[in-house]
């Protein structure tokens, strides 16, 4: 099994996959194009499925509208639809995860950071963060 940091890298990608042709392609077809790109460019060998990852996505999708209605609540002036494919599923992984998995709320944000500065731009890390921590923060209160 992948470190759960490449697992994270992974669903993100599956989901941007899946976002930018829905309603073309489905979750379960994302998800094979995704290890069939990677069979054919990184690996000799097939790279075996990664439950992590197959939990952060199905979950991100399964949950999607929670998600996008607490990403819309703390991203000032920005609603989910409008924000860029790749920051707004690397929100709603982060999101999903801090609230439906037992990994605490620094490590899910540090990933997201993570994420947005390989995937994104360096605006992009300020934002997600600031949505991220004002999410936390309410969590915490809850």
């Not at 940091?5 to 989901?15: G, N, P």
């Not at 790279?47 to 197959?54: C, H, L, R, Y």
């Not at 600031?130 to 969590?139: E, F, K, P, S, Y």
């Amino acid at each position: 099994m992948p470190a759960r940091h490449q697992s994270r890298r992974r669903a993100l990608q599956i989901l941007y996959q899946w976002d930018m042709r829905q309603p073309l392609l489905s979750l379960d077809e994302a998800t094979r194009a995704y290890y069939a790109s990677l069979y054919s460019d990184d690996y000799e060998e097939r790279p075996s499925w990664d439950e992590f990852t197959d939990k952060l996505t199905r979950g991100a999708l399964e949950h999607r509208e929670e998600l996008d209605a607490l990403l819309d609540r703390h991203s000032q002036n920005w609603r989910v639809a409008r924000m860029s494919f790749v920051d707004r599923n690397i929100l709603r992984l982060a999101a999903f995860e801090m609230i439906h998995t037992d990994t605490p709320a620094p490590v899910v944000i540090d990933e997201a950071i993570e994420l947005a500065r390989r995937f994104s731009s360096d605006e992009s890390v300020a934002f997600v963060n600031g949505v991220l921590d004002a999410l936390r923060r309410q969590l915490q209160r809850s």
